[in-house]
């Protein structure tokens, strides 16, 4: 057992060409050579394949991954591939005859690792390979997607358990996943039936992605300026609906821009075309829907813009996520409107996905759902750190970033304790029974129908903020909300109360600052985030020379770009200029396979370059 734990180093090294395990990866390694289940619970990124992949090549005997996605799959298998590892997966994106042979082939033991669909567990010609062959372990990928609770609830998840059991011998079992609800957790550990599992929670932090919101006048030409100062980086649009996808994808072609679209609306082949042409960084920008995306491992995806506001903090984190998967520098802005907000809000009230619910059981649903766009709407107007904010959202204790657009604003604050206190006395006065636009009003001493129909101009609080802007009086009062002074109710008409920590505010133990709204910051943000290596590296010539090495020799292997080095690797390249194969070997991500496979390539541009 000793030496299988050391070999796991000589692993990492040969095949993925690192040098240390990340958090978690070691103790999950470990527990898994000891013969004990694992179940890992780790961000996007944080490298959750290598959890498995370095036990399944220490094993003797198979590794059945279990994954829910025919494109996850095939990236994953050319990946293991390209690092000179046999694997194959089984999936329907086969026809018969390559079904046939690939399991001919893992019966004869030429695959260590085989990628297989939770669907195909059931069927007899799988049976009968799986019963026979000596299967070590059983991984399952996404493994949320056994829980009811979870957005990708995949009904063949539930086999996993029964297939198990069949076995004549029962594997390691390990089970990954980025969802990490208590609900979804207990799922897993009790749907998929894993024994004492050794669980690993790593962070939720991506320090490598900076984090920005922006409250644009024009969102297409704060896109575009966006766009054009990113050159031909690969990276991500996303837009709430179909039709949006259309028109950006349209303005943006017709500006030149090398971009694709992807959304449920377009036929299959278009979509997988598009997809590929995204991956293959031949269009190196998609704009799409939030149908794009699972079981995209791209590495270097260098930007997410969110051209519209996501429904909760849940999605935009996994969306956002899918940038700097390779642990580069990279982006996440958020275009925020008011519109975006209106448009969630249509969609919670039409959403009737759920047939099942009775009607008392679909109100709480969406209860639960308005309450989540008011916290992924505060996420676009807090004034702190955006990363913490959402961080304390997953339930993590964090501090300020210095990585992000509200950590890098150094506007002013002003204190508007006084007009906060008025505010929320305002609402104590009118009896707790009005939304925030009518509260505002009243405040403001705006003679509407409204106000005057509920007598709200007979208050003593009718228009004692009347010198404040209606805009300044809807931030202090989500600033309110924030903070706990101020509580809104989550039914169809949100009706504005007094909050737990009002009290506080009232009786003058707390102040109440406010920052002056953030405008389009994206342009004068774009020089203070990156970081120095990855800039340096970027501005010199060389670092795109190694990049269109690799994308000649990505073409002529017919793999994605990233397979072949991470834009990590390319960047460690242009930092320590290795002249030899064995100084290129000590650059992180090269393996002995890729050294010997495209070592040459590589070393002879940076020789040439280093002679210039
Ligand atoms: P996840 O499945 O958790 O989203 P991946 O397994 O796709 O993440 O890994 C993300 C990236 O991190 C990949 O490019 C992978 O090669 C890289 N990676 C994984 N482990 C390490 C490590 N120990 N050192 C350096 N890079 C790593």
Redesign the pocket.
Known sequence: METMRQNKFDI?KQY?G?????EG?EELIDAILDGQDVFGI??????????YQVPALLMDGITLVISPLISLMKDQVR?LNEMGVHAAYLNSSLTYNQYKLALANAMRGQYKIIYVAPERLETQEFLTFALQAPIAMVSI?EAHCVSQWGQDFRPGYLKIRAFIERLPERPVISA?T?TATKEVREDVTELIGLHNPRTIVTGFNRPNLYFGVSIPKDKKITLKQYLSVRGDESGIVYCATRKGVEEVHEMLLKEGYPVTRYHAGLDDEERRKNQDDFIYDRKPVMVATNAFGMGI?K?NVRFVIHYNMPKNMESYYQEAGRAG???EPAECILLFGKRDVITNEYFIEQDRENDELSETELEIVKAAEREKLRRMTWYCYTQGCLREYMLQYFGEESSACDNCSNCLNHAELTDVTREAILFVKGVEEAGARFGEKLIIEMLHGSLTPKVKQFKLDQKESFGCLKSVSLDKLSQISRQLQMKGYLVVTSSEYPILQMGEKAEELLDGRETLMLREQKKEEVKQKKKSRRTEGSQMAKSNSIFERLRRVRLDLAREEKVPP?LIF?D?TLVELCQKMPQTEDEMLEI??VGLHKLQKYGDAFLSVIRAFSEE
């Open positions: 990492l993925y690192y040098d240390t395990f990340r990866q780790m961000p996007t990124g944080a490298g959750k394949s290598v959890c990946a990928d990954f980025a491992d590495s998967r390779d642990g990233y991470s990590r992180s991500g």
